[in-house]
Nanobody
Framework: VQLQASGGGLVQAGGSLRLSCAAS????????MGWFRQGPGKEREFVATIRWSGGGTRYADSVEGRFTISRDTAKNTLYLQMNSLKPEDTAVYYC???????????????????WGQGTLVTVSS
């Protein structure tokens, strides 16, 4: 599978954005998916994950209740709906996939074997 993230941009604090991650290849439907982000001068960190088996989701504490991860298998697309954005959400957002068919909650970078190129989200105060 190959991943292409999009939807980033400039938004004011309190606003919303929806990121998309288009996947090519036949393994998307059986791939756990995740979103990570890397802010200025920071390490890449976990944001959210969704299992292909059962559709369960988990979130980082910093985004719980504000962000929603979802997937549309028919469109081979992963989404991240981001509401009530804060300046500290400013980062490059990356989508990632684990393509071996296993399914569990994944919040670590090594859990994923395919990464998209990233899309920049800037939240102004």
């Amino acid at each position: 599978v190959q991943l292409q993230a999009s939807g980033g941009g400039l938004v004011q604090a309190g606003g919303s954005l929806r990121l998309s991650c288009a996947a090519s290849g036949r393994t998307f439907s059986r791939s756990d998916m995740g979103w990570f982000r890397q802010g200025p001068g920071k390490e890449r960190e976990f944001v959210a994950t969704i299992r292909w088996s059962g559709g369960g989701t988990r979130y980082a504490d910093s985004v719980e209740g504000r962000f929603t991860i979802s997937r549309d298998t028919a469109k081979n697309t992963l989404y991240l709906q981001m509401n009530s954005l804060k300046p500290e959400d400013t980062a490059v957002y990356y989508c990632a996939a684990r393509t071996d068919g296993s399914s569990y909650y994944r919040d670590r970078i090594p859990d994923y074997d395919v990464w998209g190129q990233g899309t920049l989200v800037t939240v102004s105060s």
